[in-house]
């Protein structure tokens, strides 16, 4: 092969990477907070999975990877967009990220996963409607793979704390809440509304601080960066594997938090997970 053919296909190669990684246009929620009204949603319970986006015939992650599922995984999908949580499990989130993320799939892990439906992002109906679609979708499929994360239309405030309470005693993540009148449309809006005992946001790894005492030699903190500028540490919620290797800098972590303070900053802010989309070998 010549150098200008080798040159081609290496700009060949770059393109396709870079429309690959365009992520699709997915809704967004924002935070529910105590004195909101419940009129007219849907509650239903916040999987800890992997966010994945059925275009019809390929499942795509919420930064615009291809997600490598086995053949037979898909088999008997509805050629419509569809949108879900890649789960295994309460508390099992890292296996699943890593499941997901193989470039070879392993059948052992894909056996034990579900796509988890909850929500149809090409439907022009309203949610109400969309969640009817839904059922019908998921009870014409020969798929056992694909199952719709249950929705019930959402009462009055303590009845929503006590529904979160239950989800968290079991080893959950939180709520989350759906207007039924809404549309489906990319972006953040009151449509969609997450409902935790803290809230949570992504910031990009901008630097490491050393440890000290019993952390000497590992991670004590890490600086951060949001995206809107802000900049502060993470010096909690790490284990001692993830201070002996902590995440790199550039990588983005999701962190918990409590409100702001005077200054605008997280307030208790403590590292939860590192956001990985990057395929594994």
């Known amino acids: 092969m010549t150098v200008f053919l080798k040159s081609v296909?290496?700009?060949?190669?770059?393109i396709a990477l870079v429309a690959e990684a365009q992520p699709p246009a997915l809704q967004l929620a924002k935070v529910y907070l105590p004195g909101m009204p419940l009129d007219g949603y849907w509650v239903s319970e916040k999987l800890?999975?992997?966010?994945?986006?059925?275009?019809?015939?390929?499942?795509?992650?919420?930064?615009?990877?291809?997600?490598?599922?086995?053949?037979w995984?898909?088999?008997?999908?509805p050629d419509q967009a569809m949108e879900g949580e890649l789960w295994m499990g309460r508390g099992r989130f890292a296996e699943v990220s890593a499941a997901v993320r193989r470039l070879r799939p392993q059948a052992q892990e894909w056996r034990q996963i579900r796509l988890m439906l909850f929500d149809l992002?090409?439907?022009?109906?309203?949610?109400?409607v969309r969640v009817q679609e839904m059922r019908a979708l998921v009870a014409a499929s020969s798929s056992y793979t694909l199952e719709m994360i249950t929705q019930t239309p959402a009462t009055d405030h303590d009845r929503l704390m006590q529904q979160l309470d239950k989800v968290m005693a079991r080893g959950g993540e939180?709520?989350?809440?759906?207007?039924?009148d809404s549309v489906?449309?990319?972006?953040?809006?009151?449509?969609?509304?997450k409902v935790k005992h803290y809230q949570d946001a992504e910031a990009r790894v901008t630097g490491h601080v050393g440890g000290q005492g019993k952390f000497a030699g590992m991670l004590g903190a890490l600086q951060v960066e949001t995206d809107d500028g802000r900049r502060f540490r993470l010096g909690t919620g790490f284990s001692d594997a993830e201070r002996r290797d902590p995440p790199p800098i550039g990588s983005t972590v999701t962190?918990?938090?409590?409100?702001?303070?005077?200054?605008?900053?997280?307030r208790f802010a403590s590292f939860l997970r590192v956001r990985r989309d990057e395929p594994l070998n």
């Open 174 to 180: 939180g709520l989350m809440l759906h207007h039924g």
């Open 121 to 128: 992002p090409e439907s022009r109906q309203p949610f109400a």
């Open 184 to 193: 489906y449309h990319a972006g953040r809006s009151d449509a969609v509304l």
């Open 73 to 77: 995984f898909t088999r008997g999908y």
């Open 9 to 14: 296909c290496v700009f060949l190669f770059s």
């Open 255 to 266: 962190f918990k938090y409590y409100g702001l303070t005077a200054t605008g900053l997280p």
């Open 48 to 71: 800890d999975g992997v966010r994945a986006y059925w275009d019809g015939a390929q499942l795509w992650s919420k930064g615009g990877n291809r997600i490598a599922a086995p053949e």
